[in-house]
């Protein structure tokens, strides 16, 4: 069965900083991968997925095959992306189930 | 577009009894998902309909967990009797189709609290 680990639960920088959230999954076929976001009293939404290979919010994610990751990285975090971040997975074919890692928080300090 | 709807938003029960949670997708959203959210742990899927059928289940505890989409709409999920184990946030989803690269569409979720 498929697995995503988010190997941290908190991570706090300072305003300007790098971030990078990390994923892991474990999956012999071809995943398709995804960030999803949940902000202070807001519900759950997608920040951005593996095919659009999009920028969102200047946050950047490359799924790298070999090392089965999919790390979610900002140059320069602001204290509007304090969140929880949540890695996702759907695998390509059958039912697609979503599978969601348990998140990892992110705290952005001015 | 009006985003999924959840009802109710918070419900407080004691152990044994039951209760259910109603959900309204997206319209024209073919697809609907359950998802328990313990707190501090990620969204485990409960149970996945595709119209009114059901695609997987094989996470829904179904000694106690029962969930329906009669008309291919909207959805109700069903715990009879609760345990205490069962407190969390219900979060209910939605997606056009069921595609691998489909994104979800989240409601703003029902907390159970069970004592």
């Known amino acids: 069965a498929q697995r995503v680990t988010q190997p941290e639960k908190l991570l706090s920088v300072f305003k300007g900083a790098p971030v990078e959230l990390k994923c892991n999954y474990s999956?012999?076929?071809?995943?398709?991968l995804f960030w999803y976001v949940q902000y202070s009293r807001q519900r759950l939404q997608l920040l951005l997925r593996?095919?659009s290979r999009e920028s969102i919010k200047g946050f950047t994610a490359d799924l790298n095959k070999g090392e089965t990751s999919f790390h979610l990285k900002k140059p320069f975090a602001q204290e509007e992306d304090s969140a929880m971040y949540y890695c996702?997975?759907?695998?390509?074919?059958?039912?697609?189930?979503?599978?969601f890692g348990r998140g990892t928080s992110l705290i952005v300090h001015p | 577009e009006a985003g999924v709807a959840q009802s109710p938003r918070y419900k407080i029960i004691e152990k044994r009894q039951s209760v259910a949670f109603w959900c309204n997708p997206i319209s024209g959203h073919a697809t609907l998902y359950w998802y328990q959210q313990i707190l501090g742990q990620g969204p485990k899927l409960l149970i996945q309909?595709?119209?009114?059928?059901?695609?997987?289940d094989s996470q829904l505890p179904k000694d106690r967990f029962s969930a329906e989409r009669l008309k291919g709409v909207d959805s109700t999920l069903k715990i009879q009797p609760a345990k205490l184990e069962d407190s969390a946030v219900y979060l209910c989803?939605?997606?056009?189709?069921?595609?691998?690269?489909?994104?979800?569409?989240f409601g703003s979720g029902t907390q159970l609290s069970v004592l």
């Open positions: 999956y012999s076929g071809s995943p398709e």
């Open positions: 593996h095919i």
């Open positions: 309909f595709q119209n009114n059928g059901v695609v997987d």
């Open positions: 996702a997975l759907r695998i390509a074919g059958g039912s697609y189930i979503p599978t």
């Open positions: 989803a939605s997606s056009p189709h069921a595609g691998g690269d489909e994104k979800l569409f």
